[in-house]
């Protein structure tokens, strides 16, 4: 049997950490402070939104938000970005992705100031990401991934780490965390030859290809540490991930369950950041 990676620990160790500096932030007169920008009534959104406004809640950190209708014009959400950004007590934004049709997500991500940037929106963020310069703060889901292997006190320094899926949310962003630990890092996509063996060669395996158990028992081995960042919804509405977790869980080392796994740690990844950008403020 493996050993379970539950990303719920992870947040709870994480929470003391936060909670000390919003304390420290505090008696320094800063309160860390979350502006949510929201667009339109998406259920996924609403989802990610309660569950951020939960983990601030339960960890001291205020939160604004700004609930714009799906029909609002680019001009009337670019002046809501220029208030925040000019907003000293808002120190990070969540701006809810995809946006509507009609409005140029490309101008509207790039409008937001790095330095409150704490879900790498911007491409200076992404910049910060690749080039391991300190700008913005990098994806909340591929850090969640970082800090659950650090938790666990498990190294990354000269391990053939395997990630599969290429996306400029998890895939690409992970990589280049991993190459920072010190890693040596693949990426598989749906046009790699012979995935299996590139995946079973690996020492850490993460999945992030967006697809419900894409990854079974013939992609794995024994000893293996697998990181699943999927969340799906199966045939009968039941949450699972990318890796088929009754056949894979038998077989490898370490696995992190879904839900409860990376997923759990996301949102504590987010408020951390808030709370390390109003503490740059310090």
Known sequence: MSQILSGKDVAAAMSARIINEVNRLKETGIIPTLGIIRVGENESDLSYERGAVKRAEALGVEYKKYILPEDVSQNELLK???????????HGVLLFRPLPPHIDSTVIENALKPEKDVD???????????????????????KACMEILAHYNISCEGKNVVVIGRSLVVGKPVSMML????????????????????AKAADILIVAAGRAGIINADYVREGQIVIDVGINADSNGKLCGDVDYTSVEPIVSAITPVPGGVGSVTTSVLISHVVQAAGNKN
């Open 80 to 90: 809501v970005i220029d208030e925040v950004n000019n907003d000293d007590k808002i």
């Open 179 to 198: 190459l920072k630990k010190n890693a040596t890092v693949t990426i598989c996509h749906t046009r790699t030859k012979d995935m299996k063996s590139i």
């Open 120 to 142: 790498c929106m911007t491409d200076m963020s992404l910049c910060g990401v690749f080039t391991g310069k300190n700008i913005g703060y990098p994806p909340c889901t591929p």
